[in-house]
Structure formats: structure tokens, C-alpha cells
């Protein structure tokens, strides 16, 4: 289920294309195997720095926070978890990076499922970048948030040696 901040629906409406994100969500949930629903709540940067700070302990904005769902008692379920993205964020990485808002809030969901489903890219031996980058070419995604991340590093490192 995709839930869309008023102000966030009135800021860049049709831009979320919403349908087309909903249906890339279930097909992306599948993909990862999650069983259960995922919700997804788009927001903005004021509102993601908040719930960073709160439960992160990171007094910042972000671009996707994953919630995932507790354990099922009993053997019932059917919640896998909860996503946030700040679509203020995303529109920003999304032209930094050349292509469409619509384009960045679906790697920004799927990097949030592989966090769902168990991945973490801070503690494993790059499980998780694997299966982001398998996916990504699965779907036609461009480089993902770690793939991002681990490229930045190397030119700051480039710069470094430069000085």
C-alpha cells in the first residue's frame, strides 16, 4: 500500500505516478520473498529527519527508512513492514543522477524491501549488494543506493590523493 503525505500529493502529483510504484512494489516484494504486506509512506524530508532521529538516533534527512514488521505470533502474519521516503530527496537524487523522480522512488523501494528481508548492507560481506544489483537489472534500474555509496567513496579518495 502506497500512503502519500497531502503536501508531498500536492508538491509533485503526478510525478509519483502511484499505480505504476504500487504495482513495482508487489512484483519487487515477491522478488525479494517477502511474504506479508509492505506499506509504503511518502513523505518529506522534515518528517523522514524525524523519524530518522527517533529511531536511528541520526538528527538528519535520509531518502528510505525500513520498518520491519515483528516476528508473527502463532504463526500469524501478514505484515512484512513499513517503508518511508522522503520524495523531497529523491526528486533531488533523481535529477542529480539524470532520470525520473518515478525511476528513483522505485530503487529507493527496493533497496527498502532488501532491508526487510533480512539484507544489511553495513554488516554483511556485500550479500546485499549483490542482490540489489540482480534486481536492479531485473526491473532496469540504474545504479542502487549502495552501488551510489560505494562510488562516492572512491572519488573522495581520489580527491584526497589529489591534494
Known amino acids: 500500500m502506497i500512503l502519500i503525505e497531502p503536501t508531498i500529493q500536492d508538491r509533485f502529483g503526478r510525478a509519483l505516478r502511484q499505480r505504476a510504484l504500487s504495482a513495482f512494489l508487489r512484483e519487487a516484494s515477491a522478488a525479494v520473498g517477502l511474504r506479508g504486506e509492505v506499506s509504503v509512506l511518502l513523505t518529506g524530508d522534515r518528517r523522514i529527519r524525524k ?26 502474519g501478514g505484515i512484512a513492514g513499513d517503508l518511508a521516503v522522503s520524495v523531497e530527496t529523491a526528486a533531488r537524487q533523481a535529477e542529480e543522477h539524470g532520470h525520473p523522480l518515478a525511476t528513483e522512488l522505485q ?4 533497496h527498502g524491501l532488501l532491508h526487510l528481508g533480512g539484507y544489511d548492507h553495513e554488516t554483511d560481506k556485500g550479500q546485499m549488494a549483490r542482490k ?6 531485473r526491473f532496469g534500474l540504474r545504479a542502487g543506493l549502495i552501488e551510489r555509496a560505494g562510488n562516492a567513496s572512491k572519488r573522495a579518495l581520489r580527491r584526497r590523493s589529489e591534494l
Not at 514488521?69 to 504463526?75: E, F
Not at 530503487?107 to 527496493?110: A, C, E, P, R
Open 51 to 76: 523519524l530518522n532521529r527517533e529511531f536511528r538516533g541520526k538528527d538528519k534527512a535520509t531518502d528510505v527508512l525500513s520498518f520491519p514488521a515483528a516476528a508473527p505470533m502463532n504463526g500469524h
Open 107 to 110: 530503487i529507493l523501494v527496493l
Open 132 to 137: 540489489e544489483a540482480a534486481l536492479r537489472r
